[in-house]
């Protein structure tokens, strides 16, 4: 079974929120004082959110191979960001979190994009703030649902 097309309208209104979001997550990108590449950050980000996980469970969250996440955690555990221990309960399983100064990382970075944000926004009126509350809980949404669509 094919996909329903997409109204006109709403593929136009797509493409216009794809480059506003890849053009916001840029600037948010450039606003950090780490040397770490996009994917060494994500990968950071998530074990803020996830970990402890297996190197599987961590390249399935990322979308990544198994190669390509041995090989990011291997970088970040050399820098000290990221640790990696073996799964008490299945030795088959090596499990990998964030270090003190990993975790003191991603926080900084947060704190420091969310300031920048912050300051992006504070000319815009009342009523823009609430649309963009409003569109936020959409995106929240729209992100949440599976990608399988």
């Known amino acids: 079974m094919s996909p329903m097309p997409v109204p006109d309208e709403t593929a136009e209104l797509a493409g216009r929120l794809r480059l506003a979001v890849t053009r916001?997550?840029?600037?948010?990108r450039q606003t950090s004082d780490s040397d770490l590449s996009?994917?060494?950050?994500a990968v950071l980000a998530t074990l803020a959110n996830h970990g402890p996980v297996t190197l599987g469970e961590l390249?399935?969250?990322?979308?990544v191979a198994s190669p390509t996440i041995t090989k990011v955690t291997g970088i970040l555990q050399e820098r000290?960001?990221?640790?990696?221990?073996?799964?008490?309960?299945?030795?088959?399983f090596v499990r990998v979190d964030l270090t003190g100064e990993g975790h003191a990382l991603v926080e900084r970075s947060r704190a420091r994009k969310t300031a920048w944000l912050a300051?992006?926004?504070q000319d815009l009126s009342p009523a823009e703030l609430g649309q963009?509350?409003?569109?936020?809980d959409l995106l929240e949404q729209v992100t949440a649902r599976k990608a399988a669509r």
């Open 59 to 63: 390249a399935e969250l990322e979308r």
């Open 24 to 28: 916001l997550a840029r600037q948010l």
């Open 119 to 121: 300051r992006q926004l």
């Open 80 to 92: 000290g960001l990221v640790l990696k221990v073996t799964d008490p309960d299945d030795r088959r």
């Open 38 to 41: 996009p994917t060494q950050s």
């Open 132 to 136: 963009l509350a409003a569109a936020t």
